[in-house]
């Protein structure tokens, strides 16, 4: 038969290793909770900095040559930027071959063509660029990375 010292280090070792318990549960719940909070606030960040992240040049309704300029603005400088052309007769999104280079001010430059040689005169193209921290690879985009955040698109037309 046990004697009542001999219980009471049982009881006391039993509610210290329930303590430690708690203490790991709550300590694992409050990481969780820290970090959807993060998580959270950067998606916020995102969603208030988008409207800044933007094509300047061409404007709506311009008119492109086949292999063009474009230009814009990022306030997402630690990311890459792609431009995105999507003919809108097929809708068919396509990285441009390099990502933008981007200056100290966030605004960005890059070239883009528009079509072929042979297909593509007259017809109406989306721009649009993307921000990413994934290297991407020129062609169809048929795979979009998890954190890409897309600016809002310029409708442009090739003339020749």
């Given at each position: 038969?046990?004697?009542?010292?001999?219980?009471?280090?049982?009881?006391?070792?039993?509610?210290?290793?329930?303590?430690?318990?708690?203490?790991?549960?709550?300590?694992?719940?409050l990481y969780t909770v820290w970090k959807d909070t993060k998580s959270d606030i950067k998606r916020v960040e995102e969603q208030i900095?988008?409207?800044?992240?933007?094509?300047?040049?061409?404007?709506?309704?311009?008119?492109v040559e086949m292999n063009d300029l474009v230009k814009g603005w990022t306030p997402y400088s630690n990311k890459m930027i792609y431009i995105v052309i999507t003919p809108i007769q097929t809708g068919d999104d396509f990285i441009q071959d390099t990502n933008a280079k981007i200056d100290a001010g966030g605004f960005w430059i890059a070239r883009a063509i528009f079509g072929t040689?042979?297909?593509?005169?007259?017809?109406?193209f989306l721009i649009r660029a993307i921000a990413t921290q994934d290297k991407l690879s020129a062609g169809p985009l048929t795979k979009k990375p998890a954190d890409v955040i897309f600016s809002e698109g310029v409708y442009v037309t090739r003339k020749r």
């Open positions: 038969m046990k004697n009542k010292s001999q219980v009471s280090r049982f009881e006391y070792w039993a509610g210290v290793a329930s303590i430690c318990g708690l203490i790991v549960t709550l300590g694992g719940l900095a988008r409207p800044q992240f933007r094509v300047t040049y061409p404007l709506d309704g311009d008119f040689a042979a297909v593509g005169t007259g017809q109406k």
